[in-house]
């Protein structure tokens, strides 16, 4: 059903936990089955230097979340946005079963809402 990829990273989560001063925070859930995840980064000369996460979830999501944090890390801001999709966290973790695809949307929308809690604390300090 979940690809060694997948099981991997359920198994072996890469970056979870939670960045206490963190730069920007973006919490998604799916209130059908039940998953949450929460993301933190640090962000440093635009780019991102630490993203953490909690999940409540499922195999899937869990994977979603591991796979979305291994992404992202080191990327730039718009670079993250642009290449952390539903697809290419899907495709990076080997697929996922049609009814599963969802926990990839969650991940890619949890890393962009924490983008984006960053990018509105940067505009209320410049103002």
Do not use: W
Not at 3 to 31: K, L, Q, W, Y
Not at 108 to 117: Q, V
């Amino acid at each position: 059903m979940y690809s060694e990829i997948v099981m991997d990273h359920f198994a072996h989560p890469r970056n979870a936990g939670v960045i206490e001063d963190a730069d920007g925070i973006g919490e998604v859930g799916n209130p059908m089955c039940g998953d949450m995840m929460t993301f933190y980064i640090k962000v440093k000369d635009d780019h991102l230097e630490d993203v953490k996460f909690q999940t409540f979830g499922c195999v899937a999501a869990i994977a979603v979340s591991s796979m979305v944090s291994e992404m992202a890390k080191g990327k730039s801001l718009e670079e993250a946005q642009q290449v952390i999709t539903n697809k290419s966290v899907a495709e990076t973790l080997g697929g996922l079963p049609k009814n599963k695809m969802h926990c990839s949307n969650l991940g890619a929308e949890a890393l962009t809402l924490a983008i984006k809690n960053y990018q509105e604390k940067q505009n209320k300090n410049a103002a």
